[in-house]
């Protein structure tokens, strides 16, 4: 039996980019209001990072049909909810700077390329980029 299946790498794509695209947004509203500091920056990403992976996983498992249901979907889908929702967090570990916003939407943009890419789908590739990057540009904007 494989280890990571087909249907994990699913749940690790759609959970892994919905935490990247939420956080992006939390941190580009901290900014925009005046984050002073990394830690204000951090507080409502990781607040975030939270509820998003509890209500990611918690639908996956609700989502299937009753007696159907898949604890390790649900387990698949959080654990990548949070790594997802954690990435463009990190660099505010250490301020909340223009070299934190460009490491930020850096990392956002990678992210994305790899999720687009390990889909296998051009559009998708291509459609995850350009999103990640407009998000990004957006906290960059609003920094």
């Given at each position: 039996?494989?280890?990571?299946?087909?249907?994990?790498?699913?749940?690790?794509?759609?959970?892994?980019?919905?935490?990247?695209?939420?956080?992006?947004g939390v941190?580009?509203?901290?900014?925009?209001?005046?984050?002073?500091?990394?830690?204000?920056?951090?507080?409502?990403?990781?607040?975030?990072?939270?509820?998003?992976?509890?209500?990611?996983?918690?639908?996956?498992?609700?989502?299937?049909?009753?007696?159907?249901?898949?604890?390790?979907?649900?387990?698949?889908?959080?654990?990548?909810?949070?790594?997802?929702?954690?990435?463009?967090?990190?660099?505010?570990?250490?301020?909340?700077?223009?070299?934190?916003?460009?490491?930020?939407?850096?990392?956002?943009?990678?992210?994305a390329a790899?999720?687009?890419?390990v889909r296998?789908?051009?559009?998708?590739?291509?459609?995850?980029?350009?999103?990640?990057?407009?998000?990004?540009?957006?906290?960059?904007?609003?920094?």
């Amino acid at each position: 039996m494989a280890v990571f299946t087909a249907d994990d790498l699913k749940q690790a794509v759609y959970g892994s980019f919905d935490g990247m695209a939420s956080v992006v947004g939390v941190i580009a509203g901290a900014l925009a209001v005046g984050a002073a500091s990394g830690a204000h920056v951090l507080g409502p990403a990781v607040g975030l990072a939270v509820a998003s992976t509890l209500s990611m996983g918690s639908g996956r498992y609700l989502q299937d049909e009753k007696g159907k249901r898949s604890l390790h979907r649900a387990l698949m889908m959080g654990v990548f909810t949070l790594l997802g929702s954690s990435l463009p967090a990190i660099p505010f570990l250490t301020g909340a700077g223009a070299a934190q916003v460009i490491a930020g939407a850096v990392i956002v943009v990678l992210g994305a390329a790899l999720i687009g890419r390990v889909r296998g789908y051009r559009i998708t590739f291509i459609l995850l980029t350009v999103s990640a990057g407009a998000a990004a540009g957006l906290s960059a904007v609003v920094a």
